[in-house]
């Protein structure tokens, strides 16, 4: 089976908001909080209502939505929830993208 086919039989729809505006097409993939090793990513932000901690996440995604090519301000939604997208990276096999990993946190507005 393909990593592909795998992503959409079990992972979750979402889709990838540019900054100008338009929306892609539904995709497949994988979002999983990431475990706080040290407390690395650990910090909040203070909004009117008070102090907001903002979560960390592990995505993995298929290749066609490749998030290292996306404009710094691109947004991935997925399940009513917007995530900021902070680092992304190519994962290879045979020299072939694999699927994207990236690093991303819930935008806090």
Not at 5 to 14: C, D, P, S, V
Not at 36 to 55: A, R, W
Not at 75 to 103: H, M, P, S, T
Request: include cysteine.
């Amino acid at each position: 089976m393909k990593i592909e086919q795998l992503m959409k039989r079990y992972g979750r729809e979402m889709k990838l908001s540019l900054p100008s505006g338009d929306t892609s097409k539904a995709f497949f993939g994988f979002i999983q909080p990431l475990r706080y090793k040290n407390k690395m990513y650990l910090f909040g932000v203070n909004t009117p209502i008070g102090y907001n901690c903002q979560g960390y996440y592990l995505y993995i995604g298929p290749s066609a939505h490749d998030l290292t090519l996306m404009p710094q301000d691109t947004r991935l939604c997925a399940d009513g929830v917007e995530y900021q997208i902070d680092r992304a990276e190519k994962v290879y096999q045979n020299g072939k993208v694999f699927y994207i990993w990236a690093v991303i946190r819930t935008v806090v507005l």
